[in-house]
Structures are given as C-alpha cells and as structure tokens.
C-alpha cells in the first residue's frame, strides 16, 4: 500500500502567527477534477480588526529599521521564495494554472521583491528634496510611510499579484493587512511560511483569506488604517472604499494590475518637511 | 514676525523691556497709500467682470471698523458651470496647447505686477481680513510674488520634476480657498495649477474676496488669455457646486477637516483628483535646554501669528518640566508687550478677528476650557470698541481630553502642558487626528533629529516657527490633508504622469 500523503491546514498570518479564523467559518477550494484542496479559513471583521492591531504594533520598529535591514530583509523573503519555488509552482497548477504560467508566476514575484528590496535605500535620496529658501533656513522635505495600509490583493493572480501589491508598501515602512485573492488563496498562506522564515518583523505583513464582498466594508472604514490599496474595477467597490476613506482623509490607491514602479512606493509615503535656522 | 520682534527689541530702551505695554511708546503709525477699490466687485469669468446670474451681492466688511469695503457679487450653481465652461475652453483652445515657456513668461508677468502693487495689495489685505499691516506686507503679499515667480520657471521644466516618467496637465481645476491668507492661499492655489498648464476655477472666502479680485484685474493686465483664470466669490454653495462640477478635472482645498471631509466624500467614485490641506492642532515642544528667549519669540509667533488665524499655529504648548515656570513667566511678560489694534497700524502686532462668526467660535471654546477646569490667564491690553478682537489667552492646567487642546480654535489661544521625557513629549504630540506641523525648541542637534522624526506631522520648525516658503512643500499628516503645496512636491496634484 502506498504512503498516505500528509496534507496542510491553510490557516490566517496575523502578528507573524498563523490562527485560524476566530470566526470558525471556512471556504472549500477544489482543484479542476473538483477534489478538495483545503478548508480555507473565511477571514472575519474581527480577524481583519486582530491584524490592524498587530500591523499597527509592528510598524512603528518596522519605519524605524534602517533603509539598508529593509532592503535585506525584502531581499531575504525573494531568496526563501525562490526556495520554496516548487511547492508554490505546485498550488498554483492545482488551482488551475498552467505549469508554464505558474512557473511564470513564481519568477515574476522573485524578481518584483528583488526589484522593490532595492528601492527600499534609494526613493528616498529620489524623492527627497532640499529646499533653496529665501531665509537664513536649512529646509529639507523627505518622505516617511504613512502607517497601516488595507489591501485588496489582485483576484486573478494568487501569488505575483499577492507580492507585487504588498513589497511596494512594506519597501517605505508602512505595514498593512493583506485580503488575498479569494479563489487563489493557497499561495497566500505559503507566502505568509515564507515570510515568517525571511526575517520580516511579525505582525508587518497580516495576510487574510475571505470574501471581498464581506471585508470590504470594514476594511475601508478601520479609523486606525492610514490607507487603503486596490486592485480590482469593480466600480462600486472603488465607491465605497473611496467614500470611506473620507472618515478619516484615508489615503487611496486604486490599480488595476500591479507594476515595478517607484511610484508606487510612494502612494503612501508622506513628504516632511523640517527647518532650522542658519546661524551661529 | 520673530524678525520684526528682534527689530523692535533694538528700539526700546535696554533698561525696562515692559514700557511698551498696551502700545504706550509707539506713536500711531498708520500706514498710508492711495489704494484703488471699487465700491463693487463682479465675478471674473472668461476674463470680463459679469454680474452674478442670481443678481445677489454679498458685503466685504473691515472686521476692525464693521464698514463695509464693497459690494461683491454672489456666485450661484449657474456661475459655476459658465467659470467652468469657460476654464474648459480656455484649456482646450489655449492654455493647454501652449508651450510651457510661453505659459511660464506670462506667470512671472504676473509675479512682476504684484511686486508693482505690493503695498496697495497688503492694504487691501489688512483692510479685508484684519490682519496687521506689518504680516501682510512683510510676508503675505511678497510671497504671494515669489510663489508666481518660482512656479512660473516650472512651466517649461517639468520634464525634470519627475524621474522617469513625463507630466501633462489634469484639466480643468476647481480651488476653494480660505480667509485666513486670502491672496497668499490663491497664489498657491493658482500658481502650481497654471505652471502645470491646467486652468482654474477659484473660489474665495466670502469674508475676503478683494485682494482675489484685484488679482483678477492684475490677470487681465498681464492678458492672461481669458478663461485661463476665473475667480468666482461666494458661500459654501458654490464651492459645492463647483467641487462635484463634473467638468472638474482636479479639485483643491484649503479649509477645514470637516469640509475636507464632505468634498473627499463628493469626489468618491470619480476620476477627479484632489488635495486637501485642511486643519491642525500642532504640538510646540520646549525642551529644558532650548535657548529660552529665543523660544519664547517662537512661542508668540507660533500663536499669534495673524490672530492665531493658522492652521498650523503653534496652539499646544508643551514644556518640560525644568523651565515651565520660567517660559511661562516670560511668555505672560512679552503676551503684556503685544499691540493689539488697528491693523494698519505698522506697530501692531495682533490685528481684528477675521469675523464676528469666528469671534464667536473662539469665545465658545475658551469658555469651555474654563467649564472642564483648565486655568485661563489674558494679558491685559484695552481692546478697540468697535470691530472683532479677542486678547492673547493661554491656558494652564490643561489635559489632552479638554476641547481647547484636541479642537482647533483658529484665534490666539494657546493651551500649555508639561512633561518629563522625550518619550512623554512625543506620544502626547502624536495624540491627535491632525498632523500638520509641529515644533521644537532645544540647543542639542541630535535630539532636533529624533524629536523631528518621531512627530507625526508635514511640517516641523526646529528653533523657529511658522517660516513659508514657495520652495518648501506644505501639507499634512492623518485628518490635516493629503498632498503638498509649495516645491518641487507642489506640482504633483496638478500633473498626470504618463
């Protein structure tokens, strides 16, 4: 008889600790033959409001790690996903990719957190000014993260959407809650291994799994999340988390697909601004 | 006003710094120049005054003397979409089209008739809002200059402004501006705006709107092409109406959160981009080996700096411990020293409260600071009979759950605390909504460099306050607004990147 397969319980990231949902609810994934795959955990309002705590715990040591221990540590989670390539390469198919895309898919998130670990010393001295004043003043303008930022990770894609849509806001300092894609969601919670074996502070990344539908009115109204990023056109989606966002001048990012873009870096990083006189 | 402190400090007489108390010593200075005001404004549209559609008009009162300036047209929905038709044409026919070196020369064009017009503009200004002579001709008015100046060399550079990618302009844009530095908020409203290639639809306070009408003729001296600027006065209506106009490419203001609040809520689920500068409660930090004196000029401009009309006022006080006694006993000394009065008085340093509305809201506020125990001290100048005056007031004895310290007041009141830590100082800075500015006074470098990191907020003085400068971007953090005025940072919201 042959060896009976061990398989994996996908539970939630939250504090760089893997519960289940407290809400005890979960969703089946099956693979194209319409096997089980996994009870997925369905992510509640009050997990979403368990990882903003441990997001917001995590970001003030995060912001303040040096430009060059974030470029490591992003560096660091590229190399140990590279690692675990074929395990990744593996949910994808069993999810209905292609091997050749999920190969692709697993490339293209190595390379975007290579890309972004080295921004993470160097959009500053890009976007960072200092300013000629006409006063006897030293004047200089520099970005900081602006905080705990909400994700809605990109549906079509499980794993390069997942990383693209979050290096960028780990790469300034913010930290931020992930809702993964919901019908992707696999590669989310193997990220979230990958991620507690890469050096990253826990609580920095929190990856969720659940429904936009249900999420999404909470995690756009969170008074204690400084931003909120999405990938998606679901017009009445972008509505809410718009109008939301003016409880408390949210900031907003609206994408379509994700990009290696400095820009994107700083949709939420804030410009300060510091003088002192010149004198003796 | 730190610069025009130390002037003074060289006139009076070494012995007694307290002579000039209620402004005995200082002769009246009045300013005077002929200035040309209209006893009627129209609403500047397409480059022709016109009467409002509704027929209303609207007074311009001197909140020092409660006379009435001028009569000013009331703009109405119908207004709105002929400004916006009208900004519409001009971008797509003209402004749009134009290379940005031409728009650039017609932008210091402009900058070079305000400087021509400096004084009569900073009358006018003192007259309208009530702000001393000595603010509005020593800093308002020649920034205003230096904003249109240095945006005008952006017009045809901004292929520099951002690596990597290329700017073009929004559109159409719709700026609401405020009262507490009427032309200074319109140039940087306007300058960024045009430099970028966009055209403007403004809408100034309807307490001030005569120095953005006087800018209105300078634009058509300078022959703007019409369309490209138009200035629309009015109430909350119009600015409304103009902020979910859906020709409105880019939506700009400068006001309150609470307002700032309702326009991010109108502009969800459009394409509209928006920036929002909007209210503060900035922590000013004393620490024990700050140069006291000197702190205490930054204090006082920090507050009182045009009436406590700021955003980013210095309004809680926070002083450690070993010098609290100190700094608040000099501080009351010099709050004795101020001049409060006539605003073109060239020796007045505290001038009228903006409107009888705003005197009421300070009013109420204080009051309330008295109501939930927190110790109020005044200084005892004699206020003018007639017009809009509150004296300097600070508080003692306040705790942060008390509405003068977490509320913005808008007037010259200042709510002082202490602490023990740097670790205390900044947590009890970083707790509020706001996050627009912030200060530090200390004489030791490295502690400058944490405590300027550590405060949550755009803007932070180190051994100054309140300094503006059209190079260096302005805005703020949390629930004080999104996006920067001023720099190189300035010129985003008003640029695609493609």
């Not at chain 2, 200390?442 to 550590?454: C, E, M, N």
Request: with cysteine; proline share 6%; net charge positive.
């Amino acid at each position: 008889m042959s060896r009976v397969a061990v398989r994996k319980t996908y539970k939630l990231y939250i504090g760089g600790k893997f519960p289940r949902t407290e809400s005890g609810r979960y969703y089946p994934l099956y693979d194209p033959e319409g096997k089980l795959l996994a009870n997925v955990c369905q992510g509640s309002r009050k997990d979403f409001r368990n990882a903003v705590v441990a997001a917001r715990k995590a970001q003030v040591g995060w912001s303040a790690a040096t430009a060059y221990l974030r470029s490591q540590i992003l560096y660091r989670i590229a190399e140990m996903l590279e690692g675990r390539a074929g395990q990744l390469r593996d949910e994808l198919v069993s999810l209905g990719s292609t091997p050749r895309s999920a190969e692709k898919e697993v490339m293209t998130a190595v390379d975007t957190l290579v890309y972004f670990a080295g921004w993470a010393d160097k959009y500053s001295q890009v976007f960072s000014t200092v300013n000629p004043v006409a006063s006897s003043h030293f004047n200089f303008s520099m970005p900081e993260p602006t905080g705990v930022i909400a994700i809605f990770a990109p549906q079509e894609t499980g794993l390069s959407g997942l990383v693209g849509a979050i290096a960028p806001v780990i790469c300034g300092g913010n930290s931020c809650v992930t809702l993964a894609s919901e019908t992707r969601a696999l590669p989310a919670i193997t990220f979230g291994e990958i991620l507690n074996s890469s050096d990253v502070p826990g609580g920095v990344v929190n990856l969720l799994t659940g429904s936009v539908e249900e999420l999404l009115p909470h995690m756009s109204s969170h008074m204690d999340v400084n931003g909120v990023a999405y990938y998606g056109e679901d017009a009445q989606a972008i509505q809410v988390i718009q109008a939301n966002a003016a409880l408390n001048i949210r900031r907003v990012g609206i994408y379509d697909t994700v990009k290696e873009d400095p820009y994107r870096i700083m949709t939420f990083m804030e410009t300060k601004t510091t003088w002192h006189p010149v004198g003796v | 006003m730190l610069q025009e402190s130390k002037t003074k400090k060289k006139k009076k007489p070494p012995t007694d710094p307290h002579d000039f108390v209620h402004g005995a010593g200082f002769a009246p200075a009045p300013e005077s120049i002929a200035i040309r005001l209209n006893k009627a404004y129209g609403l500047f549209i397409n480059g022709r005054f016109v009467k409002a559609s509704t027929g209303k008009t609207f007074d311009s009162v001197n909140p020092a003397t409660e006379e009435v300036l001028a009569k000013v047209s009331q703009a109405g929905k119908a207004d709105v979409n002929k400004a916006v038709k009208a900004a519409r044409k001009a971008y797509d026919e003209v402004w749009g089209p134009m290379p940005g070196r031409e728009r650039g020369k017609y932008l210091f064009r402009l900058a070079r008739l305000i400087q021509e017009r400096a004084r009569e503009f900073a009358v006018i200004e003192s007259m309208d809002g009530g702000k001393p002579i000595r603010e509005s001709r020593d800093v308002d008015i020649p920034l205003v200059a230096a904003h249109f100046f240095y945006y005008a060399g952006w017009a045809d550079k901004l292929d520099y402004a951002f690596p990597g990618r290329k700017a073009r302009p929004l559109g159409v844009a719709g700026q609401v501006i405020p009262w507490n530095f009427p032309l200074l908020m319109a140039a940087w409203k306007l300058a960024p705006a045009l430099a970028c290639g966009n055209t403007v639809v403004l809408k100034p306070a309807e307490t001030t709107p005569l120095t953005a009408m006087k800018l209105a003729e300078l634009i058509q001296e300078a022959e703007i092409p019409e369309g490209v600027v138009n200035i629309i006065p009015g109430y909350g209506d119009a600015g409304a109406a103009l902020v979910e106009h859906p020709d409105v490419d880019k939506v700009a203001f400068t006001g309150s959160t609470e307002v700032g609040k309702r326009i991010q809520g109108a502009v969800a689920g459009t394409k509209k981009k928006f920036t929002l500068e909007l209210g503060g409660k900035a922590a000013h930090l004393i620490f024990n080996d700050a140069p006291i004196d000197q702190a205490v000029e930054g204090i006082v401009n920090g507050i009182f700096f045009n009436q406590g009309h700021v955003c980013c006022a210095g309004s809680r006080l926070f002083v450690q411990e070993g010098v609290a006694a100190e700094v608040i006993r000099k501080l009351k000394r010099r709050m004795e020293t101020l001049v409060v009065g006539d605003p073109l008085d060239k020796n007045t340093d505290i001038g009228a409260i903006n409107s009888a509305e705003q005197l009421e809201r300070i009013k109420l506020l204080v009051n309330s600071g008295e109501q939930e125990g927190a110790c109020l001290w005044q200084s005892g100048q004699r206020l003018p009979k007639k017009g809009y005056w509150y004296k300097p007031t600070l508080f003692t004895d306040t705790a942060q759950s008390h509405r003068i310290v977490q509320e913005e007041i808008f007037g010259p009141v200042l709510a002082i605390q202490t602490f023990r830590t740097v670790k205390e100082a900044i947590t009890k800075a970083n707790n509020t909504p706001y996050g627009l500015s912030g200060g530090v006074w200390t004489d030791k470098g490295s502690k400058i460099f944490k405590v300027t990191h550590a405060i949550r907020a755009g803007v932070i003085w180190a051994n100054t306050f309140n300094k503006f400068d059209p190079t260096s971007p302005f805005g703020g953090y949390k629930e004080s607004g999104v996006g920067r005025e001023g720099g190189l940072q300035g010129l985003a919201p008003y640029v695609e990147l493609y």
